[in-house]
């Protein structure tokens, strides 16, 4: 019997979904040149870092489960990496773009990265983990939108406008690894800079943004500094928060806005005053001389120069730190908003999940053979030549570091540094809480690959078990970075589900490049497909595992 081509695409269909046959979600496509260039953020040359020509480099503009695939070729003199920073790489390390999950570019060639922005919404961005790259350019947004059926919990702005602020060196990048090479800080930043650009009130530029009267938009900040807090305000114009590295939270109202060294932040402004042109603002925080630039936001056909009144700057010294810790306590997870979990590993109830685990992690400076070092716990994690997720996969690692040098907690005297690569077994799904404890004068920021966390504590003093009570367990937000004020500790709570080698790193890249910064290897159990990728075809080779024996693959 033969049945009418209706009834055959009746059962085709259901034979499909029988089956499971899905679509595979979309593709975006880069190349990118990565070249040197002269750039002058401060009206001082120096040699930068540019992407396409571009500094900052070009907008990943892309939506909640699409594959990025960026062919990226080095045409610089030296090795060179990107991370993605707040993309999570769900079972994919081998694309986290660091030197302990990755062989580096080399000089001339080209390695594509491929990897999915699986479940996420959010302002990210990338930036280079090689050398002091990172103080030169190499940077720019990555910004995940919510699928169309999925609801955002705010009408589409008119516009979306990246702008990345932080402070800026006039010694070029080269020259400031030699300086910590040679066992000294680079110290002080010369200034502060916005989308790579520096200016002062009355003087002459270009509009950074342009505005409509009336209309609505989406500033989406974030922190590509070397070291300093910034906080940034618009001349008469309110912010509305709605985002916060991959969350969206409670719809909040700002004057100002602290953003510290690698956290990115979204604001709603509108543009309801008189049709003129006004300032954006940038000043550095807790630095004992106050550094700051501004960025022209002019209306369409709008007539008038900005005011020369800027808006004040937030208090200072002790009296800015409770300014500061009181605005983080008030950033609060919007739970009713309908959009991809930005925490997939977590739960909206996490409160209530047993903690397996605490690690508390105690930041301190030393001297090693007379040189400076920054370490975590007693430990100043080094560089190896071969990546550790690589050896780790092999079966070498025995042949590179040890894991767990470090403690759970900080030794008598966190100053006396063991200079080694800074591995950290983690149980694989286990929900952990994780102490950041600062004893020294300067703020510190912690960022870790591969996850969300929930930012449930920030106090002034030390931690101890019943500082617990003072967590907030309910709507604490889910972020990727964390602050710790100087003399403060933070609390974060996090479920290792993510199999993989992820880099725990202070987002100061001064104390990253000397050591402040760990790798949790988390290990699937029965080196499974459910749990992990294999390392990838096109994946570089270096070190003591170029020539031998690929490893049996993970199966399903």
């Not at 916060?244 to 990115?264: A, F, K, P, R, W």
């Amino acid at each position: 019997m033969v049945m009418g081509s209706g009834k055959v695409t009746v059962v085709a269909l259901l034979l499909c979904l029988a089956v499971g046959v899905i679509a595979e979600d979309p593709y975006l496509y880069f190349n990118w040149n990565v070249t040197y260039g002269t750039v002058s953020p401060l009206g001082v040359p120096q040699q930068g870092i540019l992407i396409n020509g571009q500094f900052p480099g070009p907008r990943i503009n892309c939506t909640s489960n699409n594959n990025i695939v960026v062919n990226v070729f080095n045409n610089l003199d030296e090795p060179f990496l990107f991370t993605w920073n707040g993309v999570q790489h769900r079972k994919n390390s081998w694309q986290d773009g660091t030197p302990g999950t990755m062989c580096p570019i080399m000089p001339g060639q080209n390695f594509t990265y491929r990897f999915q922005v699986k479940d996420q919404i959010g302002s990210y961005y990338y930036f280079p983990t090689t050398a002091l790259h990172r103080a030169a350019g190499g940077y720019g947004p990555i910004n995940v939108h919510s699928r169309a059926l999925i609801p955002v919990p705010f009408d589409n702005p008119a516009d979306e406008y990246n702008v990345f602020v932080g402070d800026w060196y006039n010694k070029g990048h080269k020259t400031l690894k030699k300086v910590l090479d040679g066992g000294h800080t680079v110290g002080r930043p010369d200034g502060i800079i916005i989308n790579g650009k520096s200016a002062k009130v009355g003087e002459a530029k270009e509009p950074l943004f342009t505005m409509e009267a009336g209309k609505t938009y989406r500033y989406r900040f974030c922190n590509l500094g070397m070291r300093s807090s910034v906080n940034v305000r618009f001349q008469g114009h309110p912010m509305k928060l709605v985002e916060l590295e991959g969350s969206h939270t409670v719809q909040n109202i700002y004057d100002s806005l602290d953003l510290h060294v690698g956290q990115c932040l979204s604001v709603l402004v509108t543009a309801d005053q008189e049709p003129k042109d006004y300032y954006l603002v940038v000043s550095s925080r807790f630095l004992k001389q106050e550094l700051s630039s501004v960025a022209i936001i002019r209306y369409a056909n709008g007539k008038g120069p900005a005011s020369p009144e800027l808006p004040a700057s937030p208090p200072d010294n002790t009296e800015g730190i409770a300014w500061s810790m009181n605005q983080f306590r008030s950033f609060r997870w919007n739970l009713t908003a309908s959009a991809a979990r930005p925490n997939p590993q977590g739960s909206y109830h996490y409160g209530q999940i047993n903690i397996t685990h605490t690690i508390k992690i105690v930041n301190s400076m030393g001297q090693v053979n007379g040189k400076l070092r920054y370490g975590l716990n007693g430990i100043s994690h080094s560089d190896t030549e071969t990546p550790l997720k690589l050896v780790e996969y092999f079966g070498a690692a025995d042949k590179t570091f040890k894991y767990d040098l470090m403690a759970d907690e900080a030794p008598a005297d966190p100053s006396k540094l063991t200079v080694a690569p800074n591995v950290k077994n983690a149980t694989y799904r286990n929900f952990v809480e994780i102490i950041f404890e600062n004893h020294e004068k300067s703020i510190r920021t912690y960022h870790l690959d591969g996850y969300s966390f929930f930012a449930v504590a920030v106090e002034p003093g030390k931690w101890s078990p019943e500082k617990r009570k003072n967590y907030n367990l309910v709507d604490a937000t889910s972020r990727n970075n964390i602050q710790v004020y100087p003399n403060s500790w933070a609390a974060i709570m996090l479920t290792f589900d993510n199999a993989g080698m992820w880099n725990l790193r202070s987002e100061m890249w001064e104390k990253t490049y000397l050591g402040e910064q760990l790798y949790f290897s988390v290990l699937s159990p029965g080196r499974s497909l459910r749990d992990e990728y294999n390392l990838p075809d096109n994946h570089p080779l270096c070190g003591v595992v170029k020539g031998m024996p690929l490893p049996a693959p993970y199966k399903a």
